[in-house]
């Protein structure tokens, strides 16, 4: 963890360009590295072609992220953090919103980690004591 996942709308997937707004949330994350590990850190997007927006007049769009992570960080880290991953999403999507009825917004979910199961080796590239090969 974390995870970023964003849910839009398919009218707008020619223009997002997720790949960007990918590498611009995790550079936020990254230099963020002793709150987060890493070897962690998930972006994803996920195109959503059943919706309604408002009274379905105007192509509306919307790109709703959700920002998934684990209990223990201080509500100071988890405000800093949140503000510069929306602040990244405003900018990224300010094209977009200045030409089309668009909808931004972003959620924090911070969960037990009891009950989830992970296994991950990706952690080791980025461990610097450890004996592990890096490739």
Excluded: Q, W
């Amino acid at each position: 963890m974390p995870h970023f996942i964003v849910e839009y709308t398919d009218n707008i997937k020619n223009e997002a360009n997720f790949s960007k707004l990918f590498e611009e949330i995790n550079k936020v994350l990254i230099a963020r590295d002793t709150v987060f590990l890493i070897g962690g850190i998930r972006s994803r997007a996920i195109e959503v072609n059943d919706y309604r927006i408002a009274d379905g007049v105007e192509d509306d769009a919307f790109v709703h992220a959700v920002l998934k992570i684990g209990a223990g960080r201080s509500e100071e880290i988890k405000k800093e953090v949140c503000d510069a991953l929306f602040e990244v999403m405003k900018d990224h999507f300010s094209f977009l919103m200045s030409n089309r009825y668009l909808a931004l917004s972003m959620e924090l979910i911070e969960f037990s980690e009891a009950g989830t199961y992970k296994l991950n080796n990706i952690h080791s590239r980025f461990k610097k004591d450890e004996n592990l090969p890096v490739k």
